[in-house]
Structure formats: C-alpha cells, structure tokens
C-alpha cells in the first residue's frame, strides 16, 4: 500500500454494498468474512475498527463477537504481563 494512501483506497470491500458487512445476523456474515480473507488491508481495517470501537459489523474479517474475544484476550495478556513484571493490573490500583 503506497504511504500517501489510506488503507480504504486498498479495502476488496471498497465498491461492494455496505449491507454485507452489517448482516443482521452474526452467522449471515460468511460472505462478508470470505471478502475480507483475501483482503490485503485486513490487519488496518480491524486495528482501525478496534480502535474506534466499532460495535456492529465485519470489520477485518471479524464480527463484532469476534472483535468482543479478541479485545477480552488482549486486556487478560496485557494483565498477566504486568503481573508477571511485578506491577499490578490497572484494575487492582
């Protein structure tokens, strides 16, 4: 992806109905996920989902449940991290 262009001017999503990727029903996205597997923005599309914590939709290939599980690990590792450095966890202070 060239520098001077956003990560969306890349997306295999890009052109395709927005409806997609907001089924309304988290196991009618598999075409919207089969989308977004060959898709070469697929880490930027989720990490700026991720951030923006964006609740409806597939976003990066994952549904928001998806998203849910992947955040909950991230949280229990960063956690365990400061444990095991012998800090407490930002919940604990």
């Known amino acids: 992806m060239p520098p001077d262009r956003p990560w969306q001017d890349e997306a295999a999503c890009r052109t395709l109905p927005i409806e997609?990727?907001?089924?309304?029903?988290?196991?009618?996205?598999?075409?919207?996920k089969t989308i977004c597997s060959g898709c070469t923005v697929r880490e930027p599309c989720l990490q700026a989902a991720?951030?923006?914590?964006e609740r409806?939709?597939?976003?990066g290939g994952l549904t928001t449940e998806e998203r849910r599980v992947l955040v909950a690990r991230r949280r229990a590792r960063a956690?365990?991290?400061?444990?095991?450095?012998?800090?407490?966890?930002l919940a604990a202070r």
Do not use: D, K, S
């Open 56 to 59: 409806f939709g597939i976003w």
């Open 50 to 53: 991720l951030a923006a914590g």
């Open 20 to 32: 997609i990727f907001f089924p309304p029903a988290e196991q009618e996205g598999e075409v919207a």
């Open 79 to 89: 956690a365990a991290a400061m444990v095991a450095a012998g800090e407490a966890p």
